[in-house]
């Protein structure tokens, strides 16, 4: 049978081919193309409210990986910050404090940011306050690191001067620990030469004829030679930052003017030049002219070995340097 459409004529109980016009053809093809879309449309929309557009679907889950990582970089963000606040609390209890520094003040760690929109880049998306709460954050924390790692470039530098100022301040005692100490600082009612009452401005030691003297910091001999205002044979030196050291009644000198000593160093043998009644030695420090009581710089707790062991370390860096 041929294709076709075909009917049965029950007058004479035969199949007949319909042949349709063009026009009908067409409805037919139209009607049949409505039907198909139609039902297209149906099933598309039940999908849709099923399971969702796959392109909503795809930007759903861009936007909950977003929010995982904005959720890692909030906790990254928080080390962070923990991080920088126990550094923080180093600078103002530990370093700044030893070091004789001013504390950086909160205002400058934690300037603020106001004025203008400085993130209206931001502006116009779905988590736009979101992003710039992170973007405030991050600004915050990359503020109070470049203030840490000035603050320890500054830290850095007045250690290595209050290094060097340790070295050069006059904080050993000039002899042997084991030896009687005289006369120190105060006023005496009668002066063991002259008789009369007059002021004592430094330390005595009670040591034998011939004993070594050492420079009590590092610096630079000023003066050497005898003195006829009653220092009999003398050294003086400048330490720097405003203190001076001097070694009285000597009876040799070991070092000349304009030498760069280091402590520990020998500067002469003790004696009793000038206006002495007897061997010992007169101590005397200075700062910036202000007669100093030395025995507030240096420790007197140490044992005659400890003491030596100390001198013989300092002598020997000395030698290297």
Excluded: C
């Amino acid at each position: 049978m041929q294709n076709g459409k075909y009917i049965l004529d029950l007058n004479d109980l035969q199949y007949k081919r319909i042949i349709l016009s063009g026009r009908r053809r067409s409805l037919h093809l139209f009607l049949w193309f409505a039907g198909t879309v139609a039902v297209s449309v149906l099933y598309g929309t039940l999908f849709e409210r099923s399971f969702g557009a796959p392109k909503e679907q795809r930007l759903e889950q861009e936007v909950e990986n977003m929010k995982l990582q904005f959720s890692l970089l909030e906790r990254r963000l928080d080390n962070s910050l923990t991080v920088i606040n126990g550094l923080k609390l180093s600078d103002d209890i530990r370093y700044r404090p030893v070091l004789r520094m001013d504390i950086i003040p909160e205002s400058f760690r934690n300037p603020g940011f106001g004025g203008v929109d400085r993130f209206r880049d931001l502006n116009g998306y779905i988590n736009s306050g979101m992003m710039k709460e992170y973007r405030i954050r991050v600004e915050e924390i990359r503020n109070m690191v470049n203030v840490q790692e000035e603050s320890f470039r500054s830290i850095k530098e007045k250690a290595t001067e209050w290094i060097r100022e340790m070295e050069y301040l006059p904080m050993i005692s000039p002899v042997n620990v084991m030896y009687r100490r005289g006369d120190g600082l105060k006023f005496r009612e009668v002066h063991p030469v002259y008789g009369t009452p007059q002021w004592h401005h430094g330390q005595d030691f009670n040591v034998p004829y011939g004993t070594e003297v050492f420079a009590t910091g590092s610096g630079k001999v000023i003066e050497t030679g005898y003195n006829s205002g009653g220092f009999g044979n003398r050294v003086v030196i400048d330490h720097g930052y405003g203190f001076q050291s001097s070694y009285n009644h000597l009876s040799s000198i070991k070092v000349s003017e304009g030498m760069v000593i280091k402590r520990g160093d020998v500067v002469g043998l003790s004696g009793s030049s000038g206006t002495s009644s007897g061997p010992h030695l007169h101590y005397q420090i200075e700062l910036y002219g202000r007669v100093e009581n030395p025995l507030y710089y240096f420790n007197d707790d140490l044992t005659e070995d400890e003491y030596f062991e100390m001198i013989q370390t300092l002598s020997s860096k000395s030698k290297f340097r």
